[in-house]
């Protein structure tokens, strides 16, 4: 790679990024996609997440995008979602919106960029009817128990005859104290599993909601949540296997949600993703594709057309970061070190020292050499960084790239912490 060559072009290509106006090019080449995906090189950086919010808002007002789908549980996201949409008896305001965002890493969600963002989107909502609200939703998988307490509790409050089958499914899940390596473990090894309650119950909740009003969003959430319990009941038994089954699981899990969430908004409905950039851009072009992985971002291509889905790879060169040294641990703000010598991000700052977006041209060859590309976890140590680089060709990766010259530590909520 000729990285003065690289960086020549950067400064030709690059949009100097101020305000939301200088996002006027980017909305105008997302053109008429129905998939937008936008990344983030961390879950802790708050410029990643006004960024999307900036970007998502004109999306929503300018070309109509239906809903926002985030790496996040789908009960809490939903108590979020009932609160935009203003349904009765949900959250009183958008701090109480966020109080289910109690699982480690809280931060994730319950952060105040987040609460501004949903105060924008309660505002927004005012103006439309139910139908035309915009909705806020969690595709993520990890929500077993909590998806599972949810259906129970809407079944008990609606007297539905599939409580008796949710009960057999919380019944035999209960056994394991919520703890999923009890589960994995007893139901890769010893073949003591709860497939088959979960998937009944999936089938009867989706029968009942084809049967019933298809507008009804409780339902779609009962629904949901039942996907939940199957494709988390399909990944905690495959992580104690190891290697790459489930990842796989994970991100198939959010294609599907994507999917059913899209179904039910209608003909035409169009989606906004906000997850990591591990996620949302193109597995095929990383070295993910050579370990037997695939992402959100290459299963939507593949099944849609790029010509319908728009990714956007976010990152910085230096700055700080919410995170923690450890799973469950303390919640940090750490120093994120300048990226290193000849990584993307260290290109992108040569090109000069302020933030910017790129808008790649996939005819050049400059963009389509691998190159290295931070990655920053939830656990983060800034002293090993080097393993922190995920070889990518850019221009297959994303459509698009937003660069933070120096990026900042997003704010956290105060929240009673729920460790699992």
Avoid at 86 to 100: F, I, K, S
Avoid at 344 to 352: K, P, Q, T, V, Y
Wanted: charge should be negative; aromatic fraction near 10%.
């Amino acid at each position: 790679m000729n990285s003065e060559k690289v960086v020549e072009k950067i400064k030709e290509s690059m949009i100097p990024l101020e305000s939301a106006g200088d996002l006027d090019k980017l909305v105008q080449t997302i053109g008429d996609a129905d998939f937008v995906l936008l990344g983030e090189a961390s879950h802790g950086t708050s410029e990643f997440y006004t960024w999307r919010a900036e970007l998502s808002k004109r999306l929503i007002a300018e070309k109509g995008f239906s809903f926002i789908a985030v790496e996040g549980d789908w009960p809490s996201c939903y108590t979020l979602n009932r609160y935009v949409k203003q349904y009765a008896g949900a959250a009183p305001n958008a701090r109480e919106a966020l109080r289910d965002y109690n699982r480690w890493p809280t931060w994730m969600w319950a952060n105040e960029e987040i609460l501004q963002f949903t105060e924008w989107l309660y505002e927004y909502n005012k103006i439309g009817t139910i139908k035309e609200k915009v909705g806020f939703y969690g595709i993520d998988v990890y929500s077993l128990w909590e998806s599972i307490d949810e259906i129970i509790k809407h079944l008990e409050k609606t007297g539905s005859p599939e409580l008796e089958t949710a009960r057999k499914a919380f019944t035999c899940f209960d056994s394991y104290n919520r703890e999923p390596q009890n589960y994995g473990v007893s139901a890769a090894f010893l073949s003591e599993g709860c497939e088959e309650e979960v998937m009944k119950l999936l089938g009867e909740l989706q029968a009942k909601r084809q049967r019933s009003d298809y507008r009804d969003e409780a339902l779609l959430s009962d629904e949901m949540n039942a996907l939940v319990a199957v494709n988390a009941e399909n990944y905690y038994r495959s992580m104690v296997r190891g290697g790459p089954e489930s990842w796989n699981v994970r991100d198939h899990h959010m294609v599907e949600a994507l999917e059913r969430i899209k179904t039910f908004h209608g003909k035409g409905a169009k989606v906004i993703v906000w997850e990591h950039n591990t996620h949302i851009g193109d597995a095929r072009a990383t070295d993910m594709l050579e370990d037997g992985m695939i992402n959100v971002g290459q299963l939507v291509r593949e099944k849609y057309g790029q010509e319908r889905v728009y990714a956007i790879g976010f990152g910085s060169h230096r700055g700080t970061v919410t995170a923690s040294n450890r799973w469950g641990g303390e919640i940090k703000t750490m120093k994120a070190p300048e990226a290193q010598p000849d990584s993307w991000e260290d290109l992108m700052h040569r090109a000069g020292a302020f933030d910017k977006m790129l808008l790649f041209d996939q005819k050049e060859p400059l963009f389509m050499e691998p190159i290295g590309h931070r990655a920053i976890g939830v656990v983060y140590n800034p002293r090993h960084e080097r393993g922190n680089y995920v070889p990518s060709v850019m221009a297959h990766r994303y459509d698009a790239f937003i660069h933070i010259d120096e990026s900042h530590a997003l704010s956290p909520l105060k929240q009673e912490v729920l460790h699992v």
